[in-house]
């Protein structure tokens, strides 16, 4: 990463700046060497293993559960997530999920269960995942359907169909969330651990997409898990969903950032070397309002999701706002910083296999999962009108 000057930013400390280097050199030294994109699966196996001997799965975990920090930092995360996008979407990936796999236990568990789950995940030696989504129930949680019925005084049954579940099929444990009752709609669902090799669970119906990496359809027929593995209270999903939601949703944003620093790296490399007429690319008006456009999609989408992160890290009990703009301006800015990057490649840009094409690719998921463009805006306008009210009121 050519340009660090953000790191003097004021939502920064010392020991951000000692993180984004350490994984920087993960980045361009160990994790270069597992990837292979035509082996997903393995790499991403290799890569959760690598992290955690590297130490740096202990900022997706909480201590004394083998993580940094007594809570999670969100920065932490954030700079992680960022500095690894850069270098490659599949090691982020690999990242992002141990997190976001075990928020809800480390937000709402109880001793016992972080005692049992945590621990492993920051090491390395378990692969996490986080299973809302349903064919008919993205962003509408309220349309969940699986559900989880008593079975017995000390179990629960799960039957039902979660999609696009990333790590699914090699995860060691799922996070799902299921109906049990309580209440109607949101009010009435509940999250459970459930293990990967637990009877009555399927997750061999693999779903592939443009830029590959583990993706899953679950069906739950009649698995029997212990009710000691429900985490939070029953009819507390939502709100622990939602909580989990409030801290990741930053770090899809972060991503983001770290595909768009990448591509306006690589685009600026282009434009001083590409021979244009009698001079370079770079020399042509439009080449340059391009870049500016780009350096300025980058530096207001950081400033955004610094700002939720550091918000949240200094004791907001909730970052719903922020959290959701950050990530739908930083995704947004991200496409049209990659879509130029291409574009001043020319033929090189759509060429199979150039790190801009890849790029093209990696970014479009992000306008999408863990609540699209769409969601985002509507939970800001939502916002925005609340707070209208309450000051008339």
């Known amino acids: 990463m050519t340009d660090e000057s953000f790191l003097s930013w004021p939502f920064f400390e010392t020991r951000h700046a000692d993180l984004r280097s350490a994984v920087a050199r993960f980045a361009e030294g160990t994790a270069s060497g597992l990837i292979d994109h035509d082996e997903v699966d393995r790499s991403c196996r290799a890569l959760v293993r690598a992290l955690g001997e590297a130490g740096l799965l202990r900022h997706a975990v909480t201590a004394p559960y083998g993580g940094a920090q007594a809570t999670l930092d969100v920065r932490s995360l954030c700079l992680a997530r960022e500095t690894l996008a850069y270098h490659d979407g599949l090691a982020d990936f690999a990242f992002a999920m141990q997190g976001l796999g075990t928020g809800p236990v480390t937000l709402a568990g109880t001793e016992e269960q972080k005692r049992r789950w945590l621990p492993k995940v920051a ?166 309002a391009a870049i500016a456009e780009m350096a300025a999609d980058v530096d207001s989408a950081a400033l955004l999701i610094y700002r939720a992160a550091w918000t949240k890290d200094s004791g907001a009990a909730r970052v719903t706002r922020e959290a959701a703009l950050a990530k739908f301006v930083a995704t947004e800015a991200a496409q049209r910083v990659v879509d130029r990057a291409v574009q001043l490649h020319g033929g090189l840009g759509v060429m199979k296999g150039s790190k801009v094409e890849a790029l093209y690719r990696d970014i479009r998921a992000l306008r999408i999962y863990e609540g699209a463009t769409e969601v985002q805006k509507v939970i800001v306008a939502k916002s925005i009108l609340r707070e209208r009210e309450r000051t008339r009121g």
């Not at 129930?137 to 349309?143: F, H, N, Y």
């Not at 595909?259 to 009698?278: C, I, K, Q, T």
Request: proline letters at 4%; charged letters at 20%; hydrophobic letters at 40%.
């Open 123 to 288: 090491e390395g030696h378990a692969i996490a995942a986080f299973a809302l989504s349903e064919p008919e129930a993205g962003s509408d949680l309220a349309a969940l359907s699986t559900t989880a019925t008593p079975d017995g005084p000390d179990h629960v049954r799960l039957d039902g169909i979660k999609t696009w579940i990333s790590n699914g099929g090699i995860a060691d444990h799922y996070v799902v969330f299921a109906r049990t009752g309580e209440g109607p709609g949101t009010k009435g669902l509940s999250a459970f651990m459930v293990e990967g090799d637990a009877r009555g669970l399927d997750a061999s119906e693999r779903i592939e997409t443009i830029a590959p990496h583990p993706l899953a359809t679950l069906r739950f027929d009649g698995c029997r898990i212990p009710i000691a593995n429900r985490i939070g209270a029953g009819g507390d999903g939502f709100k622990i969903a939602m909580a989990t939601l409030d801290v990741f949703r930053s770090t899809v944003g972060a991503a983001a950032l770290g595909f768009a620093r990448r591509a306006f790296d690589e685009a600026v490399a282009r434009a001083g070397s590409r021979r244009m007429l009698d001079g370079t690319l770079g020399d042509l008006q439009m080449t340059q």
